[in-house]
């Protein structure tokens, strides 16, 4: 597909995002209502395998259909739903339309779009793994699409349903903090050092590797070989189930990994939703030949919101710190979020957090609880496609937090300062930046939009 079919496309998406209104509650589709959600499950393992666990053992879910690329691998899952029909391919998932509800995605990065949008396209509710796609203009389409389709849609995002987040907005926003003008979030994660591999072999019994591999660039088999570095004993791999993360064909790096679960926690807190500028730097410190950067910092700038001023939120990963020298840190917490407030700071990740100074809020009242417990990140998306209602995580609010991450990764391959028109998808500043923005499939695979 050529550059300018897939900027006519961007564009006309992006249209379609700022011709409808702000916010659009995901709601019950046409389909008639019923006590259980019958489910179809594309990529059956990992968090796959986590993700239909959960979502079963609600009670409020059949698992109906599977799909996976690999057979094999596959093998304990089609052992445990005998009745579920199994296909290799998504685009095969909705042959049969009529006996399912609803999709849980949770493929590597490069498959999530167009599975969702299929789905949603053919008025099925969507539970999505974060981040909501590869690309912005993925994310927005599978924006548009949940908003035409009124399905019921979830990023998942679990830790937005754990109590220490909701207690941490409720202390933001209740303004024992004051205002908030700055933001600094970090994660430890550091990828592993990974090679292309020069000389491929054939594929695994069972493994469907040209499927595998979809709408990205084709290689030989493994793609890859990475060194595994574990308390100082390395170890080589060349398995493909995880750490397809560590190459821009297949995934985003730490930061699309990991700052959708951190970030969501500002976003919620102080009603954030785009940047107006974003920029980054980063360096490749360990011996591999992908350039993925295993140190990154990333500055995004909010506008005010109503009476809230504006933000400048600071991502860094790599460091267990907000300092990409490692010489700031908060003990205790490796990964985090800290708020900064005219009158105290906030520190906390998903299970903790602590007032700073703490002697300033030793003995301080916190305020009370607004934001109920929640029923559980995979229950609350079921009870919505049964029930009517919403979803705190559907992808008007997550596709945002996605959106912002990703053009995190535009700055940094661009090298320069972005500004960024969210209501049109339009970025400016280097002259390169907009390529960025989208990707170009593989002969054979399509966006449906």
Same mark, same amino acid.
Request: a positive charge; glycine letters at 10%; hydrophobic letters at 40%.
């Given at each position: 597909?050529?550059?300018?079919?897939?900027?006519?496309?961007?564009?006309?998406?992006s249209?379609?995002?700022?011709?409808?209104?702000?916010?659009?509650?995901?709601? !019950?589709?046409?389909?008639?209502?019923?006590?259980r959600?019958?489910l179809g499950? @594309?990529?059956?393992?990992?968090?796959? =395998?986590?993700?239909?666990?959960?979502?079963?053992?609600?009670?409020?879910a059949?698992v109906?259909?599977?799909?996976?690329?690999?057979?094999?691998?596959?093998a304990? /899952?089609?052992?445990?739903?005998?009745?579920?029909?199994f296909?290799?391919?998504?685009?095969?998932? !909705?042959?049969?339309?009529?006996?399912?509800?609803?999709?849980?995605? *949770?493929?590597?990065?490069?498959?999530?779009?167009?599975p969702?949008?299929?789905?949603?396209?053919?008025g099925?509710?969507?539970?999505?793994?974060?981040?909501?796609?590869?690309?912005?203009?993925?994310v927005? *389409?599978?924006?548009?699409?949940?908003?035409?389709?009124?399905?019921?849609t979830?990023?998942? %995002?679990?830790?937005?349903?754990?109590?220490?987040?909701?207690?941490?907005?409720?202390?933001?926003?209740?303004?024992?903090?004051?205002?908030?003008? &700055?933001?600094?979030?970090?994660?430890?994660?550091?990828p592993?050092?990974?090679?292309?591999?020069?000389?491929?072999?054939?594929?695994?019994?069972g493994?469907?590797?040209?499927?595998w591999?979809g709408? *990205?660039?084709?290689?030989?088999?493994?793609?890859?070989? +990475?060194?595994?570095?574990?308390?100082? $004993?390395?170890?080589?791999?060349t398995? @493909?189930?995880f750490?397809?993360?560590?190459?821009?064909?297949?995934?985003?790096? /730490?930061?699309?990994?990991?700052a959708?679960?951190?970030?969501?926690?500002?976003?919620?807190?102080l009603?954030?939703?785009?940047?107006?500028?974003?920029?980054? %730097?980063?360096?490749?410190?360990?011996?591999?030949?992908n350039?993925?950067?295993?140190l990154?910092q990333?500055?995004?700038?909010?506008?005010a919101r109503g009476?809230q001023?504006?933000?400048?939120?600071t991502?860094?990963?790599?460091?267990?710190?907000p300092?990409?020298?490692?010489?700031?840190?908060?003990?205790?917490?490796?990964?985090?979020?800290?708020?900064?407030?005219?009158?105290?700071?906030?520190?906390?990740?998903?299970?903790?957090?602590r007032? !700073?100074?703490?002697?300033?809020?030793r003995?301080?009242? !916190?305020?009370? =609880?607004?934001?109920?417990?929640?029923?559980?990140?995979?229950?609350?998306?079921l009870?919505?496609?049964i029930?009517?209602? +919403?979803? %705190?995580c559907?992808?008007?609010?997550?596709?945002a937090?996605?959106? %912002?991450?990703?053009?995190?990764?535009?700055?940094?391959?661009?090298?320069?300062?972005? =500004?960024?028109?969210?209501?049109?998808? $339009?970025?400016t500043?280097?002259?390169?930046?907009?390529?960025?923005?989208?990707?170009?499939?593989r &002969?054979?695979?399509?966006?449906?939009?």
């Amino acid at each position: 597909m050529s550059s300018r079919v897939l900027r006519r496309r961007f564009l006309q998406s992006s249209a379609a995002l700022a011709a409808s209104s702000f916010f659009v509650n995901p709601i !019950l589709s046409a389909q008639a209502p019923r006590q259980r959600v019958r489910l179809g499950i @594309i990529g059956v393992n990992g968090q796959g =395998q986590y993700n239909w666990t959960e979502a079963v053992n609600t009670g409020l879910a059949d698992v109906v259909a599977l799909c996976d690329v690999d057979a094999d691998r596959s093998a304990p /899952v089609i052992k445990r739903f005998p009745k579920a029909r199994f296909v290799a391919d998504y685009r095969r998932l !909705l042959d049969k339309p009529n006996d399912l509800d609803a999709v849980i995605v *949770a493929t590597p990065d490069h498959h999530h779009a167009i599975p969702a949008v299929m789905a949603m396209g053919a008025g099925k509710h969507v539970y999505c793994e974060k981040p909501l796609a590869h690309s912005v203009h993925e994310v927005r *389409a599978m924006m548009a699409a949940a908003r035409q389709h009124k399905v019921v849609t979830q990023m998942g %995002t679990q830790i937005h349903a754990g109590d220490n987040y909701r207690r941490v907005v409720e202390i933001v926003q209740s303004g024992m903090l004051g205002p908030v003008r &700055r933001v600094h979030v970090w994660c430890a994660r550091r990828p592993d050092a990974a090679f292309r591999v020069k000389e491929p072999t054939p594929p695994p019994k069972g493994l469907h590797y040209n499927l595998w591999v979809g709408p *990205a660039p084709m290689r030989g088999y493994p793609p890859y070989r +990475t060194m595994l570095n574990s308390g100082g $004993r390395v170890q080589e791999t060349t398995a @493909i189930h995880f750490h397809w993360r560590w190459w821009w064909d297949f995934g985003g790096g /730490v930061l699309a990994d990991m700052a959708c679960h951190f970030m969501d926690l500002p976003h919620w807190a102080l009603n954030l939703r785009h940047p107006t500028t974003v920029a980054a %730097t980063g360096r490749v410190t360990y011996k591999g030949d992908n350039d993925m950067p295993d140190l990154m910092q990333v500055e995004y700038e909010y506008p005010a919101r109503g009476t809230q001023p504006p933000v400048h939120l600071t991502w860094y990963h790599g460091q267990p710190g907000p300092d990409l020298t490692g010489k700031v840190t908060h003990q205790g917490f490796p990964s985090g979020v800290l708020f900064e407030g005219e009158k105290g700071n906030v520190v906390a990740d998903y299970s903790h957090y602590r007032l !700073l100074p703490e002697e300033r809020f030793r003995g301080v009242e !916190l305020p009370k =609880q607004t934001i109920p417990r929640s029923v559980g990140h995979h229950r609350e998306w079921l009870q919505a496609i049964i029930g009517g209602g +919403t979803t %705190t995580c559907n992808f008007e609010y997550s596709g945002a937090l996605s959106e %912002t991450v990703l053009l995190g990764n535009v700055a940094y391959k661009a090298g320069g300062k972005l =500004q960024y028109d969210a209501r049109m998808g $339009r970025v400016t500043g280097p002259a390169n930046a907009e390529q960025y923005l989208q990707r170009e499939y593989r &002969r054979g695979w399509t966006l449906p939009v």
